[in-house]
């Protein structure tokens, strides 16, 4: 080839990329050479080799191709000089680039070349491990399939021959086998359902077989002829072709699983059969073991034939007497050889499954059968309790020697759901059982129908407690019975308004100038010395009560509230000997105890307050009573307490009868108002069946309305009888008054209404109104306690009643001297317009009326 001309600024740019170009351009496409190093990327057959080989060549070329580079750039200029003017130089290059064409032709041709031909060899290759990989799936498949066939062959034969132990290592094995089986996921989908099938087929008969084996190995069954039950064991079980020790069975159910289904099922005849029958019957009954020979154990729960010998309190020696027969004999508990109580890991186990299972019903069945009746009652009971509370502690110590509760760990409080935390509470639950038995007597003196009533004498109040308003009293104590409350009860049903002939009231005897404290022996009726600090608060509400000699007033209580208050002091003295919270429990028993009080009585008695204004009146009585009471009692038992100085001032904040107070005096007020009311109400229909005074100088209507003023005169004097011994003088006096006022008030607008009042029915009306005057007789007449201080219109009925039969003169001359005050001008006018007529006379009167009362305008002028 000639030489052809090389600029010498050109042929290196031009040279050298000619000689770095790796990958030259070659017959075959782009698409063939991509296909080949895909397979090559893909092949798996001995691909890094293949990859080695062909990348020495490639790295071959390369440096020969960068050696000429080199001493080319070395001499470039003569190299320039010498390729330009030398043709053999240039023919020798030429050679080299077509040998090295040559040979990249014969690495990378899509036929011929090296590249292709490996690439190929390779596919061919990975269709061989493929095959080969098909093939080894196909034979672990086998094998993992003949693997589970061997196990359900396997897990047959140890059935049939009793090794229950192996058959249920089978099944667990055979379980592990399914969780990693060597199949694909297509392939698994279709046969793993069958697989999972015939295994739980195959745990099915086994957990049949092992119920078999441990029903007939654990029999529960009552006593022939006798009380009592028994819990019969058998260590091996003959099967039709082995024998089944009961140790093996428990290992053949922790294996498989089913364990705890057992377990629960002996917890429940345990509780049925042994525990709970033992806890009811703990006074004579007894457990004890009887063992047969090396294979059958009996335990026996039943009557003890020396009953005099049981300790009552030691009821949890048999309770252990029977965990024990449960972890030697069914757990496994038990030396082989030596044949005695051991402590082994496998039993311990059971024992601690078997123990969460029966725990909870442990606890709940001895607290209820046993713990809360001796939970003492009295504060000197606690002493021998700790007795109690110290075999609880032995028991639960032997309990987690074998396992059936979890060790404490140190510092660890007892856990809630304990025996030992439940002893460690004795005070709460001597609080909850005080105040379980406070409401549970109260309750019973609440129902009880019976009224009798005492006598209470006090000394007069120095402040003035207007009934309308609190009516609060102070109270001492004198008993004393009133049958006639009790006769009226009786007679509910019939008319309590009854007419009687009975106006033999006596109007004193209540005010005594003599003084006696309470009844010392009702206020505690324990004997035992230590509760002889219990008449603590007593004695302290004693001497606050006795002091100087004054003038006393008589009312009675029911007979329900001194028994009732006798608890609450007894209650809250034995708070005093307790600590700080164990103290203001039993204080809120008692705050529990007065709400019983407010929701029974007003409900329970209904009907019995409704219909009887004497217990209407007791019963107000009893709430004021009890009120007062809780003053002094709240002072005494806050000083009485005794807790720490630290905690002195915020326990002494919570402690308040303030509230229970004021609701006792607010429904004693609300029974007082509504009996008054009541009695309002019986007074205005007699009044109205009257029809009013019109007409009065008919015969009938006369008639008629002297039986209205007959009927409300026994009406009161039956009222004042009955309320006479309940109703402290002031009380009964001032709703006297009222009933009295209201009928006076209505008797006077009767009057007021006549338009015209003839002289024969100026007469009647006279004698009508004045059969009112011997309601007076209900009253001291010149005493303290007179008709005019407690009915303010007694004054204007009397001047009412003469108006009726004076002159117009005399009228006057009363009206001049001021004693007419009591009537408005208005009033005064109608009565003159209704007794006299029209003259001159009239209208003079009217005329003066009508300019004032001038005893009371000079008054005002006065003033």
Not at 90 to 99: G, H, N, P, V
Not at 153 to 175: N, P, V, W
Not at 217 to 237: A, M, N, P, Q, R
Request: glycine share 4%.
């Amino acid at each position: 080839m000639p030489p052809l001309p090389v600029s010498a600024v050109a042929l290196p740019g031009t040279f050298i990329s000619a000689i770095l170009e790796r990958n030259r351009e070659n017959d075959f496409t782009d698409s063939a050479k991509d296909k080949q190093n895909t397979l090559l990327a893909t092949s798996s057959a001995d691909k890094e080799t293949a990859f080695s080989c062909i990348q020495q060549i490639d790295l071959k070329i390369q440096s020969v191709k960068t050696e000429i580079l080199q001493i080319i750039l070395d001499r470039q200029d003569a190299f320039i000089k010498l390729y330009n003017n030398s043709i053999s130089l240039r023919d020798k290059i030429d050679t080299l680039f077509m040998e090295l064409d040559i040979v990249s032709r014969g690495v990378n041709h899509s036929e011929t070349g090296m590249k292709p031909k490996l690439v190929s060899a390779l596919q061919e290759n990975r269709m061989v491990m493929q095959e080969v990989k098909d093939t080894k799936s196909v034979v672990d498949a086998l094998e993992y399939l003949n693997e589970i066939q061997n196990c359900v062959k396997r897990f047959q034969e140890y059935l049939a021959q009793g090794r229950i132990e192996e058959a249920s290592g089978t099944i667990t094995y055979m379980d592990s086998l399914l969780e990693s089986p060597p199949i694909t996921t297509e392939r698994k989908i279709q046969i793993f359902d069958k697989l999972k099938s015939q295994l739980s087929i195959m745990k099915e008969s086994l957990d049949q077989t092992l119920d078999n084996l441990l029903t007939q190995s654990i029999s529960f069954k009552k006593v022939d002829d006798e009380e009592g039950f028994s819990l019969t064991v058998l260590s091996s079980i003959e099967g039709a072709n082995a024998t089944a020790l009961l140790t093996s069975v428990f290992i053949s159910l922790n294996e498989i699983d089913s364990i705890n289904m057992q377990l629960s099922r002996l917890k429940k005849n345990v509780m049925k059969y042994l525990i709970v029958p033992l806890l009811k019957h703990r006074e004579s009954w007894d457990a004890s073991i009887e063992v047969d020979d090396n294979i059958k154990a009996r335990l026996v729960i039943g009557p003890n034939s020396n009953v005099k010998n049981i300790n009552k309190d030691r009821v949890f020696t048999p309770l252990i007497t029977i965990f024990k027969f449960i972890y030697t004999f069914i757990f496994g508990g038990l030396d082989p050889s030596s044949k005695e109580f051991i402590i082994l890991p496998l039993a311990t186990q059971y024992a601690s499954t078997f123990g969460k299972f029966i725990s909870h019903d442990l606890r709940d069945v001895v607290i209820s059968e046993y713990l809360s009746h001796v939970i003492p009652t009295e504060t000197f009971e606690f002493k021998r309790f700790d007795e109690i509370a110290h075999d609880v502690r032995d028991f639960q110590a032997e309990m987690r020697k074998m396992g059936f509760m979890r060790q404490s760990r140190d510092a660890e409080e007892e856990e809630e759901r304990t025996l030992g935390a439940y002893v460690a509470k004795v005070d709460v639950h001597f609080t909850i059982k005080k105040r379980d038995k406070l409401l549970e007597l109260g309750r019973n003196i609440m129902l009880d129908g019976n009224f009798e009533s005492e006598i209470i004498e006090e000394q007069e109040p120095e402040l003035d407690y207007n009934e309308q308003d609190s009516l609060n009293d102070e109270q001492g104590v004198k008993s004393n019975n009133i049958s006639e409350i009790n006769k009226q009860k009786e007679v509910a049903e019939k008319d309590i308004f009854a007419i009687q002939n009975d106006n033999d009231i006596p109007n004193d005897g209540w005010e005594v100038d003599w003084n006696e404290g309470w009844d010392e022996g009702s206020w505690d009726e324990s004997d035992d010395p230590q509760n002889k600090s219990e008449s603590l608060i007593n004695k302290n509400i004693k001497s606050e009560q006795i002091t100087t000699k004054k003038k006393l007033v008589r009312y009675s209580i029911s007979n329900k509230v001194k028994p009732l208050i006798n608890l609450v002091i007894k209650t809250l003295n034995e708070a005093c000997n307790l600590n700080s919270k164990s103290g203001v429990r039993l204080y809120q028993a008692t705050l529990d105890f007065f709400d019983l009080y407010r929701a029974i009585m007003p409900v329970f008695h209904y009907n019995t307050f409704s219909n009887v204004p004497a217990l209407a009146m007791l019963f107000r009585n009893d709430c004021i009573w009890l009120a007062n009471q809780l003053l002094v009692v709240q002072s005494q038992f806050i000083n009485s307490l005794s807790f720490d100085s630290e905690q002195a001032d915020d326990i002494k904040g919570k402690i308040s009868y303030n509230e229970t107070i004021e609701e006792l005096r607010e429904l004693g007020k609300e029974w007082y108002d509504n009996q008054i009311d009541k009695q309002k109400g019986v007074l205005k229909e007699i009044l109205d069946e009257m029809n009013g005074v019109q007409q009065i100088a008919d015969d009938d209507r006369f008639e008629a309305c002297q039986s209205a003023m007959n009927q409300i005169l026994y009406t009161m004097n039956h009222l004042s009888k009955i309320w006479k011994d309940v109703l402290c003088p002031t009380e009964y006096y001032t709703v006297l008054g009222e009933l009295i006022d209201s009928v006076l008030a209505c008797m006077t607008d009767y009057v007021e209404d006549l338009y015209d009042i003839s002289e024969v029915e100026s007469e009647q009306l006279n004698l009508i109104c004045k059969m009112l005057f011997q309601l007076e007789n209900l009253f001291n007449e010149k005493g303290v306690n007179s008709i005019e201080k407690y009915t303010k219109n007694w004054t204007k009925f009397l001047q009412l009643t003469d108006i009726l039969e004076l002159s117009q003169a005399k009228i006057m001359s009363r009206f001049r001297n001021g004693e007419l005050v009591c009537f408005t001008t208005g009033e005064l006018e109608g009565l003159i317009c209704a007794l006299f007529a029209d003259t001159q006379i009239r209208e003079n009167t009217l005329s003066e009326i009508r300019e004032g009362h001038p005893h009371y305008a000079e008054k005002l002028n006065i003033l």
